[in-house]
């Protein structure tokens, strides 16, 4: 979890950095450093570490190990004892000295500042921004998920005075969570890409989650756009929201007919979509380079958005041939096994009603071999409160529609989906990721297209792993499976 500047620029002057968080300053420090870091296993030298407390481990107990790598300083709580030579800013509290030093990364940047929300698309539509604007000038975008009360602070702080876009992911599971979030990044464009039932145990309703996603039109600075999804049944409600909180400019996107960026018509292919679009008045056509008809919507919200900042239409159209999905959302990879060659489909990083009926039926579009199936491994999908069981079962609908051959099931809540399969469709249930995983294991063969997917706490990635350690990746140039 580092961060790093172009090469011919420090990311903060030690001055610059002291004077935000209002530190002491103690040991030889620097003058400048690169980056900023919250990880001591994946800093880079020269790096700024902040000792953040978190919900399982103090950062303060990794301050030496930190400097021993090669920081070039560490922030650390005023509480806490070093020894005196080492290099250390000193402040009240680290993580609020980061969100400081957030802030102040605000205020220098003149870059056009795009904050993304959503129940569902956000890293997705956060990465195919990255890829957008980058062709357009410096482009700089949060890493990973880093969505929360501690990864926008660091993911600001990180933007480098230089850059010409900034885009920023933020996340909630309960009210109130994004409102300093979007008073700390304070966006020129904010896009809510859907309002789905997640984290529906913390809210009770549709109605409500899509109120807390419109804490982000209380950021926005003056001005301001937010881009929202037509075709989302909480528009209305997000429409209102947004005018509520005086936002400069409304925009659209979606198959609706009233839709500013609007899907004219599309073709969806196993390892990538086309798509002829309307955006604000311009005609396109663009090949997007991961498949699913999810990521097909979420596209036009980005195209809206290079738009409104800016930037040009075209060379955004042409960048997104590139777009991948990312490890754990929909990443593919191909296995060796006897005979032929597996598609592996790994959507194990999470899961809730909208992205597991999309990984569905991206499964149904995967090329199978000759005597191949279309093989869904699915885990719980958590937070659903009483209504969890509900929408599990729900999801044999979707499996039909996919053509889904075979479907094994972890956990709970997913009992209510086996029960609602034909037994034609059931190839095993287990209480446990780790118990399914033998059955999953010893029932793919060679031309096999697999999804693997689940809340992260279902730990479906295990499945994943075991399925790579018994099938090797295939080479690069290796025949795929036949079809």
């Keep these: ?24 300053r103690q040991g030889a ?20 570490f902040f000792a953040i407390k978190g919900d399982n481990r103090d950062g303060h107990e990794f301050v030496e190990a930190a400097l021993d790598k090669g920081a070039g300083l560490a922030v650390v709580s005023k509480r806490e004892r070093f020894s005196a030579d ?9 993580l609020e000295a980061l969100r400081d030093l957030a802030r102040a990364a605000r205020a220098r940047s003149a870059a056009k ?15 195919a921004l990255r890829l957008a604007l980058s062709p357009q000038g410096e482009t700089h975008a949060s890493a990973a998920s880093y969505n929360n009360h501690w990864g926008v602070p660091l993911s600001l702080a990180r933007c480098s005075r230089t850059a010409k876009f900034a885009v920023f992911e933020i996340g909630m599971n309960h009210a109130g969570e994004i409102t300093p979030l979007t008073k700390l990044v304070r966006p020129h464009i904010a896009i809510v890409t859907a309002v789905e039932p997640v984290h529906l145990e913390y809210f009770g309703s549709l109605e409500k989650i899509a109120d807390a996603k ?32 005086n936002v400069g400019r409304m925009v659209t996107f979606g198959e609706h007919a009233d839709a500013d960026a609007r899907l004219l018509r599309h073709s969806l292919h196993p390892e990538y979509s086309t798509v002829e679009a309307r955006v604000l008045g311009s005609d396109i056509t663009y090949r997007l380079g991961a498949p699913g008809r999810h990521l097909v919507l979420n596209s036009l919200a980005v195209l809206a958005v290079v738009v409104l900042a800016g930037g040009d239409l075209a060379i955004a159209g042409k960048a997104l041939e590139r777009l991948q999905p ?24 999470n899961a809730n009603p909208a992205s ?6 991206l499964l149904g579009q995967a090329q199978i071999g000759t005597c191949g199936r279309r093989i869904a491994v699915l ?63 010893g029932a793919v063969a060679a031309g096999d297209a697999v999804m693997v997917k689940g809340s992260l706490g279902s730990k479906m990635g295990l499945i994943v792993k075991a399925l790579e350690r018994k099938f090797p990746r295939q080479a690069a140039g290796e025949p795929a499976a036949s079809t």
């Design 1 to 24: 979890m580092h961060g790093r500047c172009n090469a011919m620029t420090a990311l903060w002057t030690i001055d610059a950095m002291a004077a935000a968080m209002r530190a002491q």
């Design 29 to 48: 420090l620097p003058a400048e450093t690169g980056g900023v870091s919250i990880d001591s296993r994946t800093l880079a030298k020269g790096d700024a």
């Design 86 to 94: 080492a290099p250390l800013l000193i402040v009240p509290d680290v």
């Design 113 to 127: 500042v795009i904050a993304v929300t959503g129940s569902v698309g956000k890293t997705g539509t956060k990465e």
């Design 214 to 245: 419109a804490e982000i039109f209380s950021g926005l600075e003056p001005g301001g756009a937010a881009v929202l999804n037509r075709n989302n049944g909480q528009h209305a409600r997000l429409a209102a929201a947004a005018k509520a909180a």
């Design 326 to 349: 990312a490890p754990g959302r929909g990443a593919r990879v191909t296995l060796s096994a006897p005979g032929g060659g597996v598609l592996l489909i790994d959507e194990s990083y």
């Design 356 to 361: 597991m009926r999309a990984a569905i039926a």
């Design 379 to 441: 885990g719980d999908m958590l937070e659903l409160g009483p209504e969890g069981p509900k929408l599990h079962g729900g999801l044999a609908e979707a499996i039909a529609a996919a053509s889904v051959d075979v479907v094994f099931c972890s956990g709970p809540l997913m009992h209510s989906l086996w029960d609602a399969l034909p037994p034609a469709r059931r190839g095993g249930y287990a209480e446990s990721a780790a118990a399914l995983e033998p059955m999953v294991v």
